[in-house]
Structures are given as C-alpha cells and as structure tokens.
C-alpha cells in the first residue's frame, strides 16, 4: 500500500509539471509572447508555490488561470521593469567598449560581468518572490537581490540544479516542451523557499 502511494505521488507530480508546462506555452503564445510571458511565469510559480507548500493534489489548471489573470497587469510591469534595467545595463556596457583608456575600460568591462551575473540570478528570485509576497515591484527587485547575494549557497545549488537540467535538455530536447520549464520553474521555486527566513515561508498570499 504505501508503495503504491508512493508511485500515484510520484505520478501526480509528473503529470503536474506536465500540464503546468502546456498551461505555461499556451498562455505564453495566447498573450503573443510579449503580454503572455510575465503573466504565465507567475502562474507558473504560483502554482508550484502551492505544491511545495500544502505538499498535496491541488487544482492546477483552476489556479494557474486564477492567477494569470489576476497578476496579467502587475507581472507585466514587473517584468518589463525588470527587462529595462536590463537594457540600461546593456547601454552601460557599449558606453564602456567606447572609452579609449584599455585598463580603466578593463576594470569596467570586468564590473558590468559581474553586475550581469548578478542581474540573472536576481530574475531567478523575483518571480518566486512576486507569488509569495504582496508587495511594490521595486521590493520584489531589492529582495531578489538581497536573497542572490545574501544566501550564496543556495544560489549556488539553484544553479547546480539548472546546470544539470539543461545538461540532460541539450541531449534530450524533448523534454524542454513536456516538462522543462516547469520542472526549472520547481528547482527555482523549491531553492527560493528554502531561501527564505523560516516564518517567510507559509505565508497565506495566493
């Protein structure tokens, strides 16, 4: 009895992730990629959020629904908040390759790799931060950078965790439309968790 619990556990989780990452296509392409994308990766996280969480069956196609439209608006500006301070960035870096002097430009070059690395795994963060909490996008931001630095172990096995999976996604591609991003979206979600201070990580929000 309690191995086949364990194999319709381990079943529901696999077919979760699965239809998580149809619901996350489908709604990436219906909002034509550009109002579609920030939307479905809250649902995304939401959901997963939800499932790590209560540790239990939950409405998956109900909630991914519910939230992206609840969040359609506020996940867009965050995300293209997000996406600006990216492009300053990038402006940032073809000023640097301008500028004659080879080591001050060196120097330069050197701090804007590092001020890159940290602006992507900072994205890493913000999204589980955006389903957990109800908060300004500007404190989405500040957290997620606060967590990237602050807890650098658990970056580190974030990334582990994403390496691998896009290791075994390079030789087997088919898994990137079957569970791909969603099962990215649950190494991300499940590391922010654990990221968190402890009473930050029940919150009733979503």
């Known amino acids: 009895m309690d191995m086949s619990r364990w194999y319709l556990r381990l079943g529901n ?36 959020r939800r499932s790590i969480i209560e540790d239990n069956d939950i409405p998956v196609l109900k909630l991914f629904v519910r939230n992206f439209k609840a969040e359609f608006l506020k996940s867009n500006f965050l995300g293209y908040l997000y996406v600006l301070f990216g492009l300053l960035l990038y402006v940032y ?16 070059v050197n701090i804007t790799v590092v001020m890159s690395v940290v602006y992507f795994i900072t994205f890493l963060y913000v999204f589980p931060l955006f389903v957990h909490f109800d908060q300004k996008s500007f404190q989405y931001l500040r957290n997620a950078l606060i967590l990237a630095v602050g807890r650098p172990i658990r970056t580190i096995i974030m990334l582990l965790g994403l390496a691998v999976l896009s290791y075994i996604c390079i030789h087997i591609p088919v898994l990137i439309p079957v569970i791909g991003i969603s099962l990215s979206g649950y190494v991300i979600m499940w590391t922010a968790l654990k990221s968190l201070p402890k009473e930050m990580k029940t919150t009733d929000f979503n």
Do not use: M, Y
Not at 14 to 26: K, R, S
Not at 95 to 103: E, F, G, H, K, W
């Open 13 to 48: 989780w696999a077919f979760n992730l699965f239809l998580l990452n149809l619901l996350w296509f489908f709604c990436t392409c219906a909002g034509f990629v550009i109002l579609g994308f920030f939307p479905a990766t809250a649902a995304l996280f939401a959901v997963l």
């Open 93 to 108: 870096f073809q000023v640097v390759q301008l500028i004659p002097n080879n080591q001050f430009q060196s120097v330069l």
